[in-house]
Structures are given as structure tokens and as C-alpha cells.
DNA sequence: CACTACTATTTCGATGTCGAATTATTTGAC
DNA sequence: GTCAAATAATTCGACATCGAAATAGTAGTG
């Protein structure tokens, strides 16, 4: 289903890039989700127990940039987590405005519970490249993922 | 940043590659926000202009599949678009059931308004790859997005 | 010490997202 | 024609998501 836009060779070549890009990544994360492989976790959830699981405790803002969501909105998350008994906050001592990540024993069984089949779903979703086609698709992404030079003036990640 | 799990080599492969592609495709639909290229309007009401600016009329269902996403969003989402004089809603005079939906004169505008930068910004963004390197990274998307085949029967994909 | 600037997190309001249940309508079986 | 099943869209409740504003705390300047 490429772009019906009327554009120029280079415009169209990289719409149609862009929507097999997203298209892939949104239908495989629909497999994985149609799959259960993460229980009855959230993805959000299952990102932010799977960063302390292999990470280890983190604070709030360190895990927001881990997984890459606002800090408003790993507020929700880490409050459904703890609500569910997954996750413990603790004060810094030294430094109150910071909150320490734990995962508690119930959250690293829960990852531990679902990871490896998350792991297998992948591994199975992927075996339609071969081992040279994923590490071609790595790099590509990678390339594009840091994206270009542009201004740093106006480009206020928070990373 | 590549996973920490300790796996077999097939599976840190796999969940290097997942990690790329994910983080590549979020990071370049962050930096499009960023870049403000739709205005005002959020992505999936873009995408539903965008859609029936490129297809033509269509049918609630339609534009769901078309984007991707459930009927029960895009109540909302067209709830809003209405509101706000950019898309129209018309019954079916044949099959009262089925929702029609036309870009009003607004709309028309507001997509040919943000439409041409957002184009911009994505040949920008893509500049990063050679033509080739887009058309590999097309291509093997293509193959991943489309996914093995499996089991139809636990497969209610609604497309 | 007082004041200001900065930093970490949370709160708030709006939007998006999903699945399940609901409503309205059509279609098919009898 | 009537009733059941199917279909299109909406409503509802829960969660995610963001940006902006608020809150709480730290640090630097004088």
C-alpha cells in the first residue's frame, strides 16, 4: 500500500520508506501484543520492570529516559506498578526531590515469569530475516535512528 | 545500548535488532513532533486527513483499518476532527449503519497546509540513508511486517 | 541568612488507545 | 413476516501519553 501522494522521486521513495517503517514496527508490536507475551502487564509496564530487572534500581528520571517516556507519564505508570505490588519508591536519603526504583520480589518473579516467552515470540517474529538481514535492518535503523545534525538550539531532548 | 539480558546468540541478536528498530522508529516520530511538522493537529488526526485527502471519502471501518487502528479510537478521534470543522460525518442512505466520512473545505486546507513541510521534514530525516539503503530498509520491514504465517485461527487481525 | 535559579517528581487536563458491552441496522433462515 | 445472527459504529472504563503548571527540595550568590 505505498503513498497515493504526488511528489517528487525522492519524496515518494521516502514516504513509501516511512510507511513500511512504521507499519512493520506497529504490526509487529500488534503480533507480540495479540500473542500475550507479557501477561497482564502494559508495554509501559513491561519496559519499566524489564530496565530494572537487567539495570537494576534506577531513579524515576533515569528510567523515563530509559524507556524513552515523558516524566508525567511514568508517574501513571510507576503508580499502577506499585498499586499492583511490582515496584517500591524510596526517597534518596541525601537528596529528597530524587525516588529510587525497586523492583519487589513479586516483580522480578513477574518478569522472569514472562520474559522468556517475550524472547521466543521475538525470536520467532524475526526468523523471516536471516542473521545477516537483522543485522543489515540494526544497522539501518540505527543510522536512522540518531538522525541528522540540526540545530542544537531547538532541539531540546531530554537524554 | 544493546539488551543486558544473557541469552542464547540467536536471541541477543534478536533483541538488538528489536531494540534498533523500535527505538529507530519512536526516536524519528519524536523528532517529527519535535519539528512541529502537522501543526496543531496530533498524528492520528493527521493520518485520518491524510487519508481521506489521498483516498477520498470512506467509511468509519475504512479509515480504522486504513490507520491502523480500532473502531472504538476512532470514535474519539473523528469525535474531535468534527469538532473541530475539519471532517464531516454522513450516514449511508442505503445502509444507515455505515458512517461516511468527507474532509470539509477546512480540512482540505489544513492538510495542504501541513502536508508539504511534513513531507520535508521526512526526506530531511531519511537524507541520513542513501536511496538504496532506504530501498533495503523498505524492503526487509516489508518482509517483517508482514510476519510468518501461523495459525489463522488465533489470528483475528481486523484488516 | 535570604533570594534566585535549577532540578526531580507529581498533578492536571486533554487526547489517544484498547477491549468489551451496547445500540442501531441489515441480512439470512425459516 | 419474524427472529437470530452479523455488521457498523458508539459508549464505557481503564490505562497511556504529553505539555504545562505546581510542588518540593537543592544549590549558588550575595
Redesign the pocket.
Known sequence: MPTHFTGSRVEIRTLNTFIKLTRCTNSLLVRL?ERNTIGDL????FAVLEALYHLGPM????V?QKI?????????????LERDGLVR?ERDV???????LHLTGAGSSKLEEVFPGHVSALVEEFSVLSASEQEMLGALCKKLGIGIARDSSKTNVKG
Chains 1, 2 share one sequence.
Do not use: C, F
Open positions: 501484543a502494559t508495554y509501559s509496564q531513579t524515576a528520571g533515569e523515563s524513552l517516556k515523558s516524566g508525567s507519564n511514568l508517574t501513571t505508570v510507576i503508580d499502577n519508591r541525601n537528596d529528597r526531590r530524587v525516588i529510587h
